[in-house]
T-cell receptor
Framework: GAGVSQSPRYKVAKRGQDVALRCDPISGHVSLFWYQQALGQGPEFLTYFQNEAQLDKSGLPSDRFFAERPEGSVSTLKIQRTQQEDSAVYLC?????????????FGPGTRLTVL | RKEVEQDPGPFNVPEGATVAFNCTYSNSASQSFFWYRQDCRKEPKLLMSVYSSGNEDGRFTAQLNRASQYISLLIRDSKLSDSATYLCVVYSGGGADGLTFGKGTHLIIQP
C-alpha cells in the first residue's frame, strides 16, 4: 500500500475485554514501532520489531500488553483485560532501515476507549 | 527515559508573521534530531530533520545548538495551513527506546 494502515480506527471496549489492534506497515519496511499517545502528550514508545524479531519491548506498560509480527510484515498489538487507563491512541510506525534514527512513517492510529 | 521539553503553547500568531519555538533535550550524547508535524486527530509526519549546520526547507528553518542542548524551528511568512502541533523528536541511540518525542508545541495561525 501507499502508507501505513491501521485497523480498527476506533475501538470501544468494556473494562476487562481483550482487544487486538492491527498494523500494516509500508511494504518492505524493516522496522516497526508501536506507540501510545494520550491526549495532549507526545507518542510514548511501546515496542519495536526488526523484521519478525521483537528487539525491544521495554515500553510495554504491563504484561497485559503483547505484540507480535510473525512474518515480518503485519503486526498486532493485543491488550488483555483492558483498563480505563489504557484509553489512548495507539500509533504504529514503520521505517525502511533498522533502528530508530531515521524517518518513521506513521499510520492513522487506533483510538481506544475503555469504558 | 531521556527528557525532551517543549513549550506546549498555544502560540497564536497572525498570518504572515514569523514564529519560532525551541525544544530542549537533556542527553548531551543525543545523535539525531527531528521536527514532526501532527495535525489534530492525525498521525505525526516528518517535517524536517535537524542537521548540525542547520537546514532550511522553504519557509522552515531548523537549527541545532549542541552547547545549550536545544533545537529550534522557525517558520517565516506563516500560513493558515501551518496550524498544527509540532513535535520535537530526539534520538539518543541505544535502541528503539532511545527515540523520545516531546509533548509538542501547539501553533495556531490566525487570519
Amino acid at each position: 500500500g501507499a502508507g501505513v494502515s491501521q485497523s480498527p480506527r476506533y475501538k470501544v471496549a468494556k473494562r476487562g475485554q481483550d482487544v487486538a489492534l492491527r498494523c500494516d506497515p509500508i511494504s518492505g519496511h524493516v522496522s516497526l514501532f508501536w506507540y501510545q499517545q494520550a491526549l495532549g502528550q507526545g507518542p510514548e514508545f511501546l515496542t519495536y520489531f526488526q523484521n519478525e524479531a521483537q528487539l525491544d519491548k521495554s515500553g510495554l506498560p504491563s504484561d497485559r500488553f503483547f505484540a507480535e509480527r510473525p512474518e515480518g510484515s503485519v503486526s498486532t498489538l493485543k491488550i488483555q483485560r483492558t483498563q480505563q487507563e489504557d484509553s489512548a491512541v495507539y500509533l504504529c510506525a514503520s521505517s525502511a532501515t533498522s533502528g530508530a534514527g531515521d524517518e518513521q512513517f506513521f499510520g492513522p492510529g487506533t483510538r481506544l476507549t475503555v469504558l | 527515559r531521556k527528557e525532551v521539553e517543549q513549550d506546549p503553547g498555544p502560540f497564536n500568531v497572525p498570518e504572515g508573521a514569523t514564529v519560532a519555538f525551541n525544544c530542549t533535550y537533556s542527553n548531551s550524547a543525543s545523535q539525531s534530531f527531528f521536527w514532526y508535524r501532527q495535525d489534530c486527530r492525525k498521525e505525526p509526519k516528518l517535517l524536517m530533520s535537524v542537521y548540525s549546520s542547520g537546514n532550511e526547507d522553504g519557509r522552515f528553518t531548523a537549527q541545532l545548538n549542541r552547547a545549550s542542548q536545544y533545537i529550534s524551528l522557525l517558520i517565516r511568512d506563516s500560513k493558515l495551513s501551518d496550524s498544527a502541533t509540532y513535535l520535537c523528536v530526539v534520538y539518543s541511540g541505544g535502541g528503539a527506546d532511545g527515540l523520545t518525542f516531546g509533548k509538542g508545541t501547539h501553533l495556531i495561525i490566525q487570519p
